[in-house]
């Protein structure tokens, strides 16, 4: 079975442009979450959808943005990039559509320079 | 809302030895207690997981505890391995329909020869 995969991987951008990263979760994971990850700020939650909606917000301001497509490919965007959105971003999918948190299965992230 | 503590930030231990990771969490309402591995280059990896109802659970080499009363939980890795060397990070989440996890700062283990 195939893992999560997001594209790009790399990707340089500079100060005020936008970014839009892709992530295809695994087969039959409705579940997508995406994470930041920087070395000062560790794992921060951005958001999770489930079924195109999203379920769960972090504390990011409104530049940061996704969706979730009805085959439940995700994508995120940040708008108007600042060179503090340098970061590894990472995808997660996870089965579990009950009450109960599931195991996430990452992808290998999709890094992000702001020059 | 939820804040989790880490430590410590850095462990080296020799092959052989156990390595223990010490987490604390703030809200007494979380119920899910993840472990995650991360290799260089790549994404988290869940490697062990508990919860809330569970005191402890092992898998192998590896054991978690949580503590509810303490709002502590940790990681023990026996025998450790050159292998095992990663960095580790904690998680805790408040369930309740949704994968929001919250991270601990990451724990860089090194396995030494």
């Given at each position: 079975k195939?893992?999560?995969?997001?594209?790009p991987?790399?990707?340089?951008?500079?100060?005020?442009?936008?970014v839009?990263?892709?992530?295809?979760?695994?087969s039959?994971?409705?579940s997508v979450?995406?994470?930041q990850?920087t070395p000062?700020?560790?794992l921060?939650?951005?958001?999770?959808?489930f079924s195109?909606?999203?379920?769960?917000?972090?504390n990011f301001?409104g530049?940061?943005?996704g969706?979730q497509?009805s085959n439940s490919?995700?994508?995120?965007n940040v708008?108007?990039l600042?060179?503090g959105?340098?970061?590894?971003?990472?995808?997660?999918?996870?089965?579990?559509?009950?009450?109960?948190?599931?195991e996430?299965?990452?992808?290998?992230g999709?890094r992000?320079?702001v020059l | 809302?939820e804040?989790?503590e880490?430590?410590?930030?850095?462990?080296s231990?020799?092959e052989?030895d156990?390595?223990?990771i010490k987490?604390?969490?703030?809200?007494s309402?979380?119920?899910?207690?993840p472990?995650?591995?991360?290799?260089?280059?790549?994404?988290?990896?869940?490697?062990i997981?508990i919860?809330?109802?569970?005191?402890?659970?092992?898998?192998?080499?590896?054991?978690?505890t949580l503590?509810?009363?303490?709002?502590h939980?940790?990681?023990h890795i026996?025998?450790?391995?050159p292998?095992?060397?990663?960095?580790?990070?904690?998680?805790?989440?408040l369930?309740?329909?949704?994968?929001?996890?919250?991270f601990?700062?990451?724990t860089?283990?090194?396995?030494?020869?």
């Open positions: 195939a893992g999560v995969t997001q594209t991987r790399y990707l340089i951008k500079t100060r005020g442009q936008q839009t990263l892709s992530c295809s979760p695994i039959g994971h409705r979450s995406w994470y990850q000062g700020q560790g921060q939650f951005l958001f999770e959808y195109e909606t999203q379920r769960n917000k972090g301001p530049r940061f943005s969706r497509f490919r995700s994508e995120m708008s108007t600042e060179l959105d340098s970061a590894l971003y990472l995808c997660a999918s996870s089965y579990n559509i009950g009450g109960s948190t599931g996430l299965f990452f992808g290998e999709s992000l320079t | 809302g804040n989790v880490q430590h410590p930030s850095t462990l231990v020799q052989g156990s390595a223990v987490c604390t969490y703030s809200d309402a979380s119920n899910y207690f472990w995650y591995k991360q290799e260089l280059g790549k994404g988290p990896q869940l490697i997981d919860r809330s109802n569970v005191g402890e659970k092992k898998d192998q080499r590896i054991a978690v503590n509810k009363t303490a709002k939980f940790s990681l026996t025998e450790t391995q292998e095992d060397s990663a960095v580790y990070f904690c998680a805790a989440s369930g309740g329909g949704g994968n929001k996890l919250t601990g700062t990451g860089q283990l090194k396995v030494e020869l």
